[in-house]
Structures are given as C-alpha cells and as structure tokens.
C-alpha cells in the first residue's frame, strides 16, 4: 500500500494541480474533452511510474547494453508504454480523476 502511495503522490507531482486547475476551468467553458484529457494524462503518468517501479531492479545484461544511454531511452520507452496502456484503456484510474475533476468543479 505504500508503495501505491508513492506512485500516486509522484504522479500527482508530475502532472501538476494545473493541468487539473486548467481543466477545472474549461469545464466552466463547455469543455469536457479537456477534463478527459487531463484524465488521461495523469493515468499515463502514473502507468509510466508504475512501470518504472517494474523495471527498477531489473539488471542490464552488460553484453547487450547499459550505461547513461540505456537509462535514458529506457524513460522515454516506459513513458510510451504508459500512454499506449492509458489509451487502449487503462487501468480505470481516468474515470476516478475524471469524476474527482467534475466534483471539484462543482464545488
């Protein structure tokens, strides 16, 4: 569980209460494909974290790879992974964000 808890909190920090905020605002303007797409963004963001926790122990075979290089497409290869996961239907966290994101503008 509190392993969860850090992937959540590391995703809520790495999308930001401004993309929230900023879809927040444009449900005010009529906007629901920004709410959605916000939701989506985070449930990326945080497949990609999950992801990263997977792989963390994972070792490189030195034959085959490693070094600076490695580390550095490896991120941009789970950041893919966690949009193509988001989209082709996600684990269900978007609809959570997505109706947190309708509460909050209600208020």
Do not use: C, H, W
Request: proline share 1%; aromatic share 8%.
């Amino acid at each position: 569980m509190q392993v969860l808890d850090s992937l959540v909190n590391n995703s809520i920090s790495q999308i930001g209460f401004d993309k929230a905020n900023n879809a927040s605002r444009s449900l005010a303007n009529n906007n629901i494909a920004d709410i959605d797409a916000a939701a989506k963004d985070f449930e990326a963001v945080f497949i990609t974290q999950m992801i990263q926790q997977l792989f963390a122990e994972v070792e490189v075979d030195p034959i085959f790879g490693g070094g600076n290089g490695e580390d550095v497409f490896k991120t941009f290869l789970f950041d893919e992974y966690g949009k193509i996961l988001s989209k082709s239907g996600g684990i269900g966290v978007a609809e959570d964000v997505k109706r947190e994101l309708l509460k909050i503008q209600e208020l």
